[in-house]
């Protein structure tokens, strides 16, 4: 389960502070489908940020399978992170001087709930997971030699390599076409229906809409929510 | 006018070549409103960087209001660029260590049509454009403090300041929720009734269907027109 409790998020800017979330309150279930939107500038990624400890609040609770992320340390942080979450970042942080390949098997490498799966088998399972977006064809080339729509499905693939229980996905279709777009859709259907919790950003109206529960946010706050 | 004469472009990545562009043929009068659609990796934003002098074609001729690109030199397109061309990049290109206001003013001061306006007319016309997409109270962020729309909006904004008889725009909705994405396509509306040349690259469906051509891409060719 995931729990926040009043968080609020306040970021300073020199002399001047901007209140990003302002007091949001918000459980989700284990395998829960759920989707995310509200207008540009409304809180989405700072939400999502609180969720993954990518960010810490400024005040509230965040508590993710009994686990409190405010008493974690970074480094502990980390490691929770390889271990339980899979992120799809809105810009997808892909490091430019590793593969499309290299990018997914990074986090295999770094630890995962697979860490005793060894050189050949953490191969094959990138392999397999750039195939189920469609990227195989492209695991040498560099995140520079990619195209947008591609550089988001390599960043897809990276975030599912591990098998994580909670996949965060931050607008993972902004870059795709529709029909690229049902495709990874399809995908996390899969993973929710296994049993894994799948929330993410859209602006994507229709997209939206294939979640089991829609949040809405305004102005740094959850203004509605259709559980 | 633009044209695009047997354009190829192939991406060389150490010994494997990757053929990107296979023969465009492409020709756009003054004041036409296009959109450019197709499937990720298609060769869309290729397409944009051969028209805006950002990449060089392998093969083939660019015309652009009879200056023929291939024939200048690097500083020479950069100057081209300034005045006659303004560009909203797929992943924005804002210059990190400026704010909002100083990214929308720079083109104004490095050249641009209206190199005779100054410091304080030059304010006050960034100040207008930032105003123009909804991102005037963001004026004094810096790109890592704003939002992934928000980033957006400022990139358009900066592409308009010098009023450039050519707008060419990658995905500049990707990022918006649709309201604020509708908001957009009504100044490149204006524009274009204004006799400004408007191609920009979409995913979206209904947004495709506002210009009043349509150029589909797939694999690296132009596969239907609706000229
Ligand atoms: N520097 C490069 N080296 C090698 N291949 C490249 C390079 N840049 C782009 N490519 C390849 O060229 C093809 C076209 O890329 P392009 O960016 O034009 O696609 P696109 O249609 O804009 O896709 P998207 O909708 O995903 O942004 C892609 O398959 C991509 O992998
Ligand atoms: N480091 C920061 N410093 C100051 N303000 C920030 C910072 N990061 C984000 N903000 C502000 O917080 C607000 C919320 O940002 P957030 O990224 O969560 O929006 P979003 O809903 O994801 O928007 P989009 O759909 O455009 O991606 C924005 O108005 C943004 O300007
Ligand atoms: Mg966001
Ligand atoms: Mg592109």
Request: glycine share 8%; charged share 20%; aromatic share 4%.
């Given at each position: 389960?995931?729990?926040?409790?009043?968080?609020?998020?306040?970021?300073?800017?020199?002399?001047?502070?901007?209140?990003?979330?302002?007091?949001?309150?918000?459980?989700?279930?284990?395998?829960?489908?759920?989707?995310?939107?509200?207008?540009?500038?409304?809180?989405?990624?700072?939400?999502?940020?609180?969720?993954?400890?990518?960010?810490?609040?400024?005040?509230?609770?965040?508590?993710?399978?009994?686990?409190?992320?405010?008493?974690?340390?970074?480094?502990?942080?980390?490691?929770w992170?390889?271990a339980e979450v899979?992120?799809?970042?809105?810009?997808?942080?892909?490091?430019?001087?590793?593969?499309?390949?290299?990018?997914?098997?990074?986090?295999?490498?770094?630890?995962?709930?697979?860490?005793?799966?060894?050189?050949?088998?953490?191969?094959?399972?990138?392999?397999?997971?750039?195939?189920?977006?469609?990227?195989?064809?492209?695991?040498?080339?560099?995140?520079?030699?990619?195209?947008?729509?591609?550089?988001?499905?390599?960043?897809?693939?990276?975030?599912?390599?591990?098998?994580p229980?909670i996949?965060?996905?931050?607008?993972?279709?902004?870059?795709?076409?529709?029909?690229?777009?049902?495709?990874?859709?399809?995908?996390?259907?899969?993973?929710?229906?296994?049993?894994?919790?799948?929330?993410?950003?859209?602006?994507?109206?229709?997209?939206?809409?294939?979640?089991?529960?829609?949040?809405?946010?305004?102005?740094?706050?959850?203004?509605?929510?259709?559980?």
């Open positions: 389960t995931i729990e926040l409790q009043q968080v609020q998020k306040v970021y300073s800017m020199g002399r001047r502070n901007y209140q990003a979330l302002r007091g949001v309150d918000l459980r989700i279930e284990p395998g829960e489908f759920v989707a995310i939107v509200g207008p540009s500038g409304s809180g989405k990624s700072t939400i999502l940020n609180m969720i993954t400890g990518i960010d810490r609040p400024s005040k509230g609770q965040i508590m993710i399978a009994e686990v409190n992320l405010n008493l974690l340390s970074e480094n502990q942080l980390a490691h992170r390889g899979g992120i799809v970042f809105q810009f997808f942080q892909l490091l430019p001087t590793l593969t499309a390949l290299e990018n997914v098997i990074l986090p295999l490498h770094l630890r995962g709930r697979r860490a005793k799966v060894h050189g050949k088998e953490r191969l094959e399972r990138a392999l397999e997971h750039l195939r189920m977006v469609g990227m195989d064809s492209h695991a040498y080339h560099l995140p520079s030699e990619l195209s947008g729509g591609e550089q988001q499905r390599v960043a897809i693939a990276r975030a599912l390599a591990n098998d229980p996949i965060v996905a931050d607008e993972p279709t902004g870059n795709l076409d529709s029909q690229t777009g049902e495709m990874v859709f399809e995908i996390f259907r899969r993973l929710s229906s296994e049993g894994k919790t799948i929330i993410y950003v859209t602006h994507d109206h229709d997209l939206a809409h294939l979640a089991h529960r829609l949040i809405q946010v305004r102005d740094g706050l959850i203004i509605a929510d259709s559980n």
